[in-house]
């Protein structure tokens, strides 16, 4: 079976950085994504890692560990608007198993 | 690119009526689509994955009588609610892949349904 942990609820300040961290156990491994996903609204692509290293984009950072089968989200130069929460998704085979998500308050 | 787009955004209806929700992905051809139910506070739960052409394939517990899909063409997926309940009340969300990039899915903005 598929079985993905993030913490659920985090804060933080304006301008600052934060890790969002995700843990998963599943049967077959072909990537990960992290997802942003606003109060109310669909969510949205942030990264994909399918080998082991940090990825970044922007302000934004996604790493992997497929041995410890662990990744984690870094956001940078936090903004108000990063307030929302963050799906780690896990693509086993071919359907995607998304995490509770964590949400992330960002705080002046 | 890689736009995704639901209608209606919204609505609300009488238990024992049927809803139909589309899903269109507006600047690609998507063969693969997929039907997503998420409750408040709880992440989202995938209900069927819907192919061009074929017969939806349907998560365990997901009754395939009460949640038709149907997917016409490239563009295009429908998911209809049969015989409304209260219970049914939730967001549903769509999401497809391209065909040059299988593993990234691309969502719609989402239908909350709400059943009176």
């Known amino acids: 079976g598929q079985n993905i942990d993030q913490p659920t609820e985090m804060t933080a300040t304006e301008g600052a950085i934060v890790q969002i961290n995700c843990t998963y156990q599943t049967s077959g491994f072909n990537g990960l994504f992290w997802y942003q996903q606003h109060a109310g609204e669909a969510p949205t692509f942030l990264s994909y890692n399918v080998l082991d290293g940090l990825e970044e984009k922007g302000r934004f950072s996604s790493f992997l560990s497929r041995s410890k089968g662990y990744s984690y989200l870094l956001l940078k130069e936090l903004q108000m608007k990063d307030s929302a929460s963050y799906l780690c998704?896990?693509?086993?085979?071919?359907?995607?198993?998304f995490g509770i998500g964590t949400k992330l308050q960002v705080i002046p | 690119g890689a736009v995704v787009s639901q209608h209606p955004s919204w609505v609300i209806c009488k238990s024992g009526t049927s809803v139909k929700i589309e899903c269109r992905s507006l600047?690609?051809?998507?063969?693969?689509m997929f039907w997503y139910r998420q409750f408040p506070k709880q992440s989202l739960m995938l209900m069927a994955t819907?192919?061009?052409?074929?017969?939806?394939?349907?998560e365990q517990g997901v009754e395939k009588d009460k949640f038709l899909i149907n997917h016409a063409s490239l563009t295009l997926s429908t998911l209809t609610v049969t015989s409304a309940h209260p219970e049914d009340s939730s967001f549903y969300i769509c999401?497809?892949?391209?065909?040059?990039?299988?593993?990234?899915?691309?969502f719609g903005p989402g239908t909350r349904l709400t059943v009176l």
């Open positions: 998704a896990v693509l086993p085979y071919q359907k995607v198993t």
């Open positions: 819907s192919n061009e052409g074929s017969k939806a394939t349907y």
């Open positions: 600047d690609f051809q998507a063969t693969t």
């Open positions: 999401s497809a892949v391209t065909s040059t990039s299988t593993d990234t899915q691309y």
